[in-house]
């Protein structure tokens, strides 16, 4: 069975400061990993992805990610927050090579931008 | 390119009538869809795998006489909830992909269905 755990579900930072989201995984397999981000109201769109190629995956709006096996671990990153990055983040792992099954999704980290 | 539309985008309905939602995809074919729930401020919760052409597979825990999905065809898929109670009130969303042998098969979410059981 596959497991993903977000740690804090809330996460303030400054306009401008860094942003790091916490997100490590449990996979008997080699695991796809995911973070999609979700708007009020608004269905996923998908930040970045690790499919076993590059270990560190830059993703759209600036975010990136580094899949580390040794830590179980995939934290989004990016190095200066705007306020448009206010929303909820979600980290999602998939088992089954080729994203064939459903995806298992983290609990979400709601990230706040404070001015 | 891969984009998944559902429809109706919120639907409010009485206790004890059946919802129907529809699942998109507007310029692929996919051959799998998957029906996700989301409780208010929680996580998705994968609630059944659709695969074209053959029943759906359902998690542990849903019931799969509540909530009818069927996958007719290539780029629809439908989710009923059959006799509605407050406790079904959610946010569904559906996602789809087409698979494609030894290639990573992504899957694209739709915008979602606001379902209101009054």
């Known amino acids: 069975a596959q497991s993903v755990t977000q740690l804090g579900s809330h996460v303030s930072v400054s306009e401008g400061a860094l942003v790091l989201l916490r997100c490590n995984y449990s996979s008997s397999v080699p695991p796809y990993l995911f973070w999609y981000v979700q708007y009020p109201n608004q269905g996923l769109q998908l930040l970045l992805k690790?499919?076993?190629?590059?270990?560190l995956v830059k993703g759209i709006n600036g975010f990136e990610a580094e899949f580390k096996k040794s830590e179980t671990s995939f934290h989004l990153t990016k190095p200066s927050a705007h306020m448009s990055d206010a929303a909820e983040y979600f980290c999602a792992v998939s088992e089954a090579g080729g994203g064939a099954d459903g995806l298992t999704f983290g609990k979400g980290t709601h990230l706040i931008i404070q001015p | 390119g891969a984009v998944v539309s559902q429809h109706p985008s919120w639907v409010i309905c009485k206790s004890g009538t059946s919802v129907k939602i529809e699942c998109r995809s507007l310029?692929?074919?996919?051959?799998?869809m998957f029906w996700y729930r989301q409780f208010p401020k929680q996580s998705l919760m994968l609630m059944a795998t659709?695969?074209?052409?053959?029943?759906?597979?359902?998690e542990q825990g849903v019931e799969k006489d509540k909530f009818l999905i069927n996958h007719a065809s290539l780029t629809l898929s439908t989710l009923t909830v059959t006799s509605a109670h407050p406790e079904d009130s959610s946010f569904y969303i559906c996602?789809?992909?087409?698979?494609?042998?030894?290639?990573?098969?992504?899957?694209?979410f739709g915008p979602g269905t606001r379902l209101t059981v009054l």
């Open positions: 690790y499919t076993s190629a590059a270990t």
């Open positions: 659709s695969n074209e052409g053959s029943k759906a597979t359902y």
């Open positions: 996602s789809a992909r087409w698979l494609v042998a030894g290639a990573f098969n992504e899957q694209f």
């Open positions: 310029d692929f074919q996919a051959t799998t």
